[in-house]
């Protein structure tokens, strides 16, 4: 059947529809219609939970000799690319922000140096002077420190003027961990023995949600020298998060360090992925 038969069938009869029309006229009326609005609830503010950002990779593990084949494959034309390790820690409640000190067996980047200032009078002064302190005084530094004019990246103290400095240094070093404390060893009787140790290493420290972030090794560096550098960063991350014990620590100082949980270890470059390692 074509398109014009069906439309000619489909077509309504003139007579037919004049049939249908009622000769009598519809009366209206003009009556008031009194129409009442219901009052609207105001539109409740839906709650939207945000939604994180989906890891695609999230179960997909290698070993760190197949991570580091991968990451060299990417970026084989990159021979200056670096290799970057990040931890991320539990930080449970009452756990304090992941720090330390290392020296990598073969470095990844330049050093930066330390500025040091030491809080010390009498022969400590001196010895503080003689193995490298940057500035070494009494309280009449704190001042300074305050307003600025003596800026350091390291700041140590000896056990007698702890008390002194602490209650107006304590709200400006304090929040920058930068206040000297004997959980951390930066008060201590042997000044010139603690700087002679800092010398020739870099510091770490992971940020408030607990994650690490370490450059670790370049891309043309050999195979073992870069696992050596990941099993070494990763054993001093092991023992400051208390997932290790550590062998070096005083006895009869506090108990046992909380334990900050590793959750997640990832090696990655620049223009590679994150690969997530197992053997860790």
């Not at 890891?55 to 070993?63: A, I, P, R, S, V």
């Not at 940020?207 to 370490?214: A, L, S």
Request: hydrophobic share 35%; aromatic share 6%.
């Amino acid at each position: 059947m074509s398109f014009a038969v069906l439309a000619a069938r489909c077509r309504p009869s003139s007579s037919s529809l004049n049939s249908l029309v009622p000769n009598s006229t519809r009366q209206f009326h003009a009556a008031t219609v009194l129409s009442a609005r219901k009052k609207q609830a105001a539109p409740t503010k839906v709650q939207r939970t945000p939604q994180k950002k989906q890891d695609w990779y999230g179960n997909e593990k290698l070993t760190l000799a197949e991570a580091i084949n991968v990451l060299r494959a990417v970026e084989v034309g990159s021979p200056n690319a670096t290799y970057e390790l990040t931890i991320k820690t539990a930080m449970g409640k009452g756990i304090t922000v992941p720090k330390g000190r290392y020296t990598l067996p073969r470095e990844a980047k330049s050093k930066s140096e330390d500025r040091i200032l030491v809080f010390a009078e009498g022969q400590s002064a001196d010895d503080a002077k003689a193995a490298g302190a940057d500035i070494v005084g009494g309280p009449e530094l704190i001042d300074g420190v305050i307003n600025g004019t003596h800026k350091a990246t390291m700041f140590l103290c000896t056990p007698d003027l702890i008390r002194t400095i602490t209650p107006r240094l304590g709200r400006i070093l304090g929040p920058r961990g930068l206040m000297p404390s004997e959980r951390r060893g930066t008060v201590t009787e042997d000044i010139a023995g603690y700087i002679r140790r800092l010398k020739g290493t870099s510091e770490w420290a992971g940020d408030q949600q607990g994650t690490i972030r370490q450059p670790i090794a370049k891309m043309d560096f050999p195979v073992e020298d870069v696992e050596n550098n990941f099993r070494y960063f990763l054993g001093l991350v092991k023992r400051a998060t208390g997932n290790v014990r550590d062998t070096n620590s005083q006895p009869g100082k506090g108990g046992p360090k909380p334990v900050n949980a590793i959750t997640k270890v990832v090696l990655s470059t620049r223009q590679g992925p994150g690969i997530r390692i197992s053997d860790y």
